[in-house]
């Protein structure tokens, strides 16, 4: 159920419907949009008696969500969410027309090594910086990630450069170190449905980048950025990064198509990642120009200085030239849609 509120209503007003829907048993999750505040209803087994709330003062109307998700819903909220990272550089913005692009090797590995990726970063224009601190492996003998001296690197990284720093937490004992160290925590697509990760998220000041499960459906991608909502954090930025098919000529397919889906349904930013969505190299230049062409808010790109020696998805890593030649062409493809990377 949501509680439409008019236009001019006051906090006070906000504030008294929560307390009234808080006083039947319920959740309020309020949702402030451009127009309208409009409050969630949550926990409600069936039905929610709705009398004594649309005659409140303030209340439009109370109206049935049908969909599962709710907080994610344009439903709730109709004007695109602009999710603002700050970084030392000033705020980086994802959604309503502004394209965030983030660059940074798959994994944090030497501090010569995140040096070397991240002035290549800057020097093409970015602002936000992504590697991994811990990294989330099909093997267990291979490189699991560096741990806290990795955050420590990406913390040197912010000092050094001013840029603003993506990293993963795979689990809630790293969430509680990444959280201090970073200024966006990254859900990977193996933890899109770790639901006790993706609370622990929603409870994070910190803004959160979620990723598509390899074989998510648009409702459980919904879903699991609802979980991190539901806990109160509506800073979620949504990311595709390819799903499992039949398709053997690239690691994953990336689904572009998703974004235009999510555009409608959802008020969030989607970014993509072609590193991921791909798993090639010279697959990684027109994808994302296919991605800010089909209205994506960002682009997220592997990007290494010396690729065939990196100790994680080299493969799918371009260079720090390649990754400005990206950013140049991505800026002039966002210009027909008038939007703008910043
Ligand atoms: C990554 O971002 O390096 C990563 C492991 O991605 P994903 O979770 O999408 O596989
Ligand atoms: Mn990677």
């Known amino acids: 159920m949501l509680v439409v509120m008019q236009s001019h209503a006051t906090e006070d007003q906000v504030r008294a419907v929560c307390a009234r829907i808080e006083s039947l048993g319920y959740k309020a999750l309020p949702v402030p949009g451009a127009g309208r505040t409009a409050i969630c209803i949550t926990g409600n087994e069936g039905a929610?008696?709705?009398?004594?709330?649309?005659?409140?003062?303030?209340?439009?109307?109370c109206i049935p969500v049908s969909k599962p998700y709710k907080l994610v819903s344009r439903d709730v909220k109709e004007d695109d969410t602009v999710v603002r990272i700050p970084t030392p550089s000033g705020e980086v913005a994802f959604g309503g027309g502004a394209i965030g692009v983030v660059g940074g090797p798959c994994a944090v590995e030497t501090r010569e090594q995140a040096f070397a990726v991240a002035r290549?970063?800057?020097?093409?224009?970015?602002?936000?910086?992504?590697?991994g601190a811990y990294k989330p492996r099909t093997s267990p003998y291979s490189f699991q990630g560096l741990g806290e001296p990795g955050l420590k690197i990406l913390a040197a990284v912010r000092d050094e450069f001013g840029l603003g720093i993506i990293t993963e937490a795979i689990d809630n004992e790293s969430l509680?170190?990444?959280?201090?160290y970073t200024d966006v925590i990254q859900i990977g697509a193996r933890n899109m449905?770790?639901?006790?990760?993706?609370?622990?998220?929603?409870?994070s000041q910190k803004p959160v980048l979620?990723?598509?499960?390899?074989?998510?459906?648009?409702?459980?991608?919904?879903?699991?950025?609802?979980?991190?909502?539901?806990?109160?954090?509506?800073?979620?930025i949504l990311c595709e990064r390819g799903v499992r098919t039949f398709s053997d000529f690239t690691r994953n397919t990336l689904d572009l198509s998703i974004v235009p889906a999510v555009q409608r349904r959802s008020h969030l930013p989607i970014v993509v990642d072609p590193s991921h969505g791909t798993g090639k190299r010279h697959?990684?230049?027109?994808?994302?120009?296919?991605?800010?062409?089909?209205g994506a808010d960002g682009l997220l790109v592997e990007v290494h200085h010396d690729p065939?020696?990196?100790?994680?998805?080299?493969?799918?890593?371009?260079?720090?030239?390649?990754?400005?030649?990206?950013?140049?062409?991505?800026?002039?493809?966002?210009?027909?849609?008038?939007?703008?990377?910043?």
């Open 48 to 61: 929610v008696d709705i009398g004594s709330l649309e005659a409140m003062p303030g209340v439009i109307e």
């Open 193 to 203: 449905q770790n639901f006790s990760l993706l609370k622990r998220a929603g409870r």
């Open 308 to 342: 065939d020696r990196a100790l994680s998805d080299g493969i799918q890593s371009i260079l720090p030239n390649e990754f400005a030649q990206l950013v140049a062409e991505a800026r002039e493809i966002a210009a027909v849609l008038h939007h703008t990377i910043n």
């Open 176 to 180: 509680d170190l990444v959280e201090k």
């Open 210 to 236: 979620l990723k598509r499960g390899m074989s998510a459906t648009l409702d459980e991608f919904l879903m699991a950025a609802e979980y991190v909502m539901s806990e109160g954090n509506y800073n979620v």
């Open 120 to 131: 290549g970063i800057k020097a093409a224009g970015a602002r936000l910086f992504r590697g």
């Open 283 to 294: 697959k990684v230049l027109p994808l994302s120009r296919a991605a800010i062409a089909v």
